[in-house]
């Protein structure tokens, strides 16, 4: 019997579980109440920084509270042009402006968006990696909006949940080659446990599936089935193709 490989070691939560000490917090809007349903609300942004493990900026924002004497302040990733001092205005009648969030119904076609809400009122979960950005791309009459995601993937929320205008800050970002591997060490430092990360077929064949031989070679098909048991599921699963797809040319009779 082998090893525990590292997939399983994975799922026990202690391995590679998020590094939250140096966070600067979670990218999330105001709570959708009443003033934004139904008018607008003003913040100003009053700090824009790195949070580490983050690949885009941070803004804080603060808000007046509509129904106490006090100051709220969230936290959301920064689109691109905004600045500290800046107005943001959030709520059905807020006007289309970099930075101002919006529902998405009330956007027109063709609109750049970022920080997405998949279900009224989750705070935005979508859209929220450095230089990502959506677009609306069509109203439906059932009240829907289609979205179109920064991987090309169409999806369909309903029109009253919000979006920000814009596209996050921090773009080009991979861009810059690492060059060395002392920056890959800090980059994953303050992130999770998964890095280096060692290849199977460099392993023995009690450490992975693919481990063993007088060279390094995986020895059998990479394709496994969804259903294999824990330490069997690497390299390609449930693979619908493999390889790059060849165009077959059509024959002219």
Known sequence: MGKVIRGQRKGYGHLSKARRRLKKGASRMRHNDTTEKRAKIKGVIRKIM????RGAPLAIVEYKNPIKFRRQKITI????????????????KAPLFVGNILPVGKMPEGTIICNLESRPNDCGTYIRASGAAGAIVAQTASGKTVIRLPSGMKK??????????GVVAGGGRPEKPMLKAGRNYHKYKVKRNCWPKVSGVCMNPVEHPHGGGNHQHVGKPTTVGRYRTAGRKVGLIAARKTGRGRIKKKQEF
């Not at 790195?50 to 493990?53: A, K, N, V």
């Not at 990733?77 to 059905?92: I, K, N």
């Open 50 to 53: 790195h949070d580490p493990g």
């Open 77 to 92: 990733a920064a689109p691109e042009g905004v600045y500290t001092g800046q107005y943001l205005q959030c709520g059905a």
């Open 156 to 165: 369909i929320v309903k029109g009253n949940c919000r979006a920000m205008v």
